[in-house]
Every structure is written in structure tokens, then in C-alpha cells.
């Protein structure tokens, strides 16, 4: 931006510099929302088990590439321990989960292994590729709690969360370079207000609300896996309400999270809970223990 003696906005030689119409500015805009619908109904797929729709526009073999590199990056730099009591445990529950989810497995070379860490944390890449931080084990407190998170995390990488989440950046990305094309000739103020408003309406408006809609989705998934693999159910709600007494009330409010809060999570659980137990006595034939 130039600027004349009186401040008046100029361009190159000091002439006046035009501005753009309305419908100008309106041509970036619309030629995104053709090419994001156009992208956005080209690149549907179904989540198993829950029947969503789901934006995703790479393939299985891309996004398994891609957790095996990032999975090979973490392990090289963890503390990863080989084996013990720990280890056997976290992969007899990973293989018991692995089965239960076969009739929707993509085809994943699962693998299981145990990070020494403070974290009471797991997660699962595209491809199978698990891991469990040492933290956890005392906050699961038993098999089936250890069960509810690692069968969470396993449905997260068969539900394709993460290359949803990617292609729905990728929309986002579009959307704020269309948006700057069409405030490209307005004052920096002016941009920067209406970019800041699009930023915030984009991060609170869809990408967050998205991802915990993510997290609902893979406690559902993880839970129905878990009583497939004749684990207790029950668990799940409290093992949601002993991270609740762990976090002491330091999670931020719902709508600023990437997840539900725990007392969502915990009334969800309640809410899918006699299908999740229906479910467990069809395959496994008895009710749950207490802590099986």
C-alpha cells in the first residue's frame, strides 16, 4: 500500500488505485464454493459402524504411508520398552481389540507397543501402528480400562479421523485464499479484521467442532469394540470420570476443546451403554465381571 501526501491510498506513479467492485471481490469467492462442493462431494466415504459421511481425499495406502512414517519418527525418539509384564498385556488387549474390529479393518498391520512416558495417553496411527505411554496403565486401573482407550484410538484409525481432518484443513486453506484475494486491495486494518473473524470462524466454527465430533465417534466405535472383545464396558464411564479427578477441572470449556468435556463423554457412555452390553453377551454369551 502507497500512500500520498494527504494519505490518500495510491498505487505505482502515485495514481489512485482502484478499487474492486463488489461482484470482484465476489469472483474468488464463488469460484471456491464451486470447487469446494465440487471437492467436498467427490471425496465422500462411509465410516463403519456409525454410517457418517466423511470427507477423505486420499487413499488407504497414502494415509498408511503416512502413520507409519510419522510411527517410525515417535518410536526413534521414545523411550520404547521390548517387553515385560506391561508389554504383554498391552498387546494380548491390542490383539483381542484387532479381532473384534476385523469385519471393518481396512487391512492394517497392526502392532502394539509400550512407551515409557509420564503421559496417561495412547494412540493409533493408519496402519495399526499402537502405542501406550506407561502413565496410563495407573489411571485404567484394569484390562477393560486399558480396553476403553486403546479400542478408542484403534477406531479413530479405522474411522480415517486423521485424513478427514486433513482434507478438512485443506477446504479451510482454500477458503482463506479466496477470502484474501477478494480484501486484497482493502487497508491492512480492514484485512486483518475480516481475516481474523474468517480465522476464528473457521477454528471454532468447523475444525473444532469437528474433531470432537471425531472423539464421540471413536468412544462409540471404541465401545462397541471393546464389548466385542468381551471386555467390561462399564468401564468406560469410569474410567472417564477417574480422568476427570485426574485433570482437576484445569480442561478448558467445550467449545474451546479439540474434545468433549469429560462429563460428556461420561453421559454419552451412559446413553450407548445397553448396546454396547447387548452386544458383549451376543458375543461373549455372559455379562461383564467387575474389572475383566
Request: contains cysteine; negative net charge.
Amino acid at each position: 500500500m502507497r500512500f500520498g501526501l494527504f494519505g490518500r491510498n495510491r498505487g505505482i506513479g502515485g495514481q489512485p488505485r482502484a478499487r474492486m467492485s463488489w461482484k470482484m471481490r465476489l469472483i474468488p469467492l464463488v469460484l471456491f464454493a464451486i470447487y469446494g462442493l465440487y471437492f467436498y462431494v467427490s471425496n465422500q466415504e462411509t465410516v463403519p459402524l456409525t454410517g457418517r459421511s466423511q470427507l477423505v481425499d486420499m487413499t488407504h495406502e497414502q494415509e498408511m504411508a503416512l502413520g507409519l512414517q510419522s510411527y517410525q519418527e515417535i518410536l526413534s525418539q521414545s523411550q520404547v520398552i521390548p517387553e515385560g509384564q506391561v508389554v504383554d498385556l498391552v498387546r494380548t488387549i491390542g490383539r483381542r481389540l484387532a479381532n473384534a474390529a476385523a469385519d471393518v479393518d481396512p487391512g492394517f498391520d497392526w502392532e502394539f507397543n509400550v512407551i515409557e512416558s509420564q503421559q496417561a495417553n495412547a494412540f493409533a496411527l493408519p496402519g495399526g501402528k499402537t502405542a501406550v505411554y506407561t502413565g496410563l496403565i495407573p489411571v485404567a486401573e484394569n484390562q477393560s480400562g486399558l480396553a476403553v482407550v486403546m479400542g478408542h484410538e484403534i477406531a479413530h484409525a479405522i474411522a480415517r479421523h486423521g485424513a478427514e481432518r486433513m482434507a478438512h484443513q485443506k477446504l479451510v486453506q482454500m477458503g482463506t485464499i479466496a477470502a484474501t484475494v477478494a480484501v486484497g486491495d482493502m487497508d491492512y486494518d480492514t484485512q486483518r479484521m475480516v481475516m481474523g473473524a474468517l480465522g476464528v470462524g473457521a477454528q471454532y466454527g468447523v475444525l473444532l467442532p469437528f474433531s470432537r465430533d471425531h472423539e464421540s465417534e471413536a468412544d462409540y466405535m471404541g465401545l462397541l469394540f471393546v464389548a466385542r472383545a468381551c471386555f467390561d464396558p462399564t468401564e468406560a464411564p469410569k474410567l472417564w470420570e477417574r480422568m476427570g479427578e485426574m485433570s482437576q477441572g484445569k480442561q478448558p470449556a467445550e467449545f474451546m476443546s479439540t474434545h468433549p468435556s469429560h462429563g460428556t463423554r461420561i453421559k454419552q457412555f451412559q446413553e450407548w451403554m445397553p448396546e454396547a452390553l447387548a452386544l458383549r453377551e451376543q458375543h461373549c454369551g455372559n455379562p461383564p465381571p467387575s474389572s475383566s
